[in-house]
């Protein structure tokens, strides 16, 4: 169904009382002076014009007002449910609050990890700074050291850097991932921040979360 605008029916009836002014001077005219073969053809030609308007308009009309009564019991079907649903309205405000409560929540709750994570991060470069002071910069076979980036390694265990932004980012993916598994954001791949030092770091983090959560 092609819908009718009002401008658009507005415009062919404007267009057909226009034809109908145009025919009746036309009338005049003619009636004036019946010998002209101008006027003759001018009255026949307006005849034809402003039959076919006037019929354009009659139809647009006649579909505006059926597409209209179709408009209008939409219309009033939609304030029926609207009276009808207001406790699902109750229901979907409740529901967006809580929503929106969780994830202020898990905001601050991600705000405090990623300072937890910044400040291992500054205590890691801390050690490695201590290191680099005594002169213990890291060779191969020893066991305590600061690597060129300045991840410490303390008798045997190397402390890497930490991408905390890469730490939540694959935490979130990996949470959106076991309630929606096909959501784009468990394809999605955050390029590492901070060197391979800190890339170790995120996977070191991220593999004691999920033990510690019986992963």
Known sequence: ???????????????????????????????????????????????????????????????????????????????????????TVAKLETSRQAAVRAVVEAEAAMARALAALGEHDRVVRAAGAELERRGLRHQDGEETGAYMDGAPRIAGVKWPLVDAGGVLARCLSERVGEVWPRHPLTLSVVRPYGGVSATEGRDAVLALVRSAKGR
């Open 1 to 87: 169904m092609v819908m009718i605008s009002a401008e658009e029916l507005e415009s062919v009836e404007e267009q057909a009382s226009a034809a109908k002014r145009d025919l009746a001077e036309a009338e005049a005219s003619y009636a004036r002076n019946p010998a002209s073969p101008a006027a003759y053809e001018r009255h026949q030609e307006l005849i034809v014009a402003a039959d076919h308007v006037a019929r354009r308009a009659v139809a647009l009309r006649r579909e505006w007002d059926a597409q209209q009564a179709v408009r209008d019991a939409r219309a009033a079907a939609g304030e029926a449910a609207a009276r009808e649903m207001a406790g």
